[in-house]
């Protein structure tokens, strides 16, 4: 039996590591990863680094898997929300689809690349892979499955889609595309999709 105590304890260690981790995103999202030092994130949440490495042994790495944790399942809220699924045709769920995908990671490109570019503690494409992580993934799935005509092997063709919507944002923020094409290249995955 838990005591008040206790439960009370674990409510603040729970408060102080969320504390953390947002302090972790709004500097990385303000100034880059490289900005979000143990010494800046102590400050901005008023505590020791001790304190920090108490929640994040592993250190930044730690921080930055807490941080795309977040970022996965705010990313699986995005493509599993009614506005994606219940769009109407096939081509307007695929399209609402990549639009909530490609909207995510302009809106939080460090919390992004914590998801997909920095190193992170998290296996992926594995039985090992937490169920946050996995969960973006199965909401594409959900969405192919879901076509008229899905594809025969759903799984690959929702990791297609899946890196060519990364491959888009990645080319986006790098600024290697067209400006003011994103739309037809949207539209160009959804055919390719939907026929």
Do not use: C, K, N
Not at 62 to 87: N, R
Not at 138 to 149: R, T
């Amino acid at each position: 039996m838990t005591t008040p105590a206790a439960a009370r304890r674990a409510r603040q260690v729970a408060e102080r590591r969320d504390r953390i981790v947002a302090a972790a995103r709004s500097l990385a999202e303000e100034h880059g990863w490289e900005a979000v030092t143990t010494r800046r994130l102590a400050d901005a949440i008023e505590y020791s680094q001790p304190v920090l490495y108490g929640h994040f042994p592993q250190g930044r790495t730690e921080i930055v898997t807490a941080v795309a944790l977040a970022g996965f399942e705010e990313l699986a809220a995005s493509l599993a929300s009614p506005a994606v699924t219940d769009a109407g045709s096939d081509a307007a769920r695929v399209r609402a689809l990549v639009t909530a995908y490609l909207d995510f990671a302009a809106r939080h490109p460090a919390t992004y690349d914590a998801m997909f570019l920095l190193p992170v503690l998290v296996p992926f494409a594995s039985d090992e892979t937490p169920p946050v992580v996995r969960a973006g993934f199965e909401a594409i799935v959900a969405v192919l499955s879901g076509l008229e005509s899905p594809p025969a092997d759903v799984g690959t063709a929702a990791e297609v889609l899946w890196g060519s919507v990364h491959g888009l944002a990645a080319l986006h923020r790098a600024g290697r595309l067209a400006p003011g094409q994103d739309g037809g290249r949207v539209e160009a995955l959804v055919q390719v999709l939907t026929g």
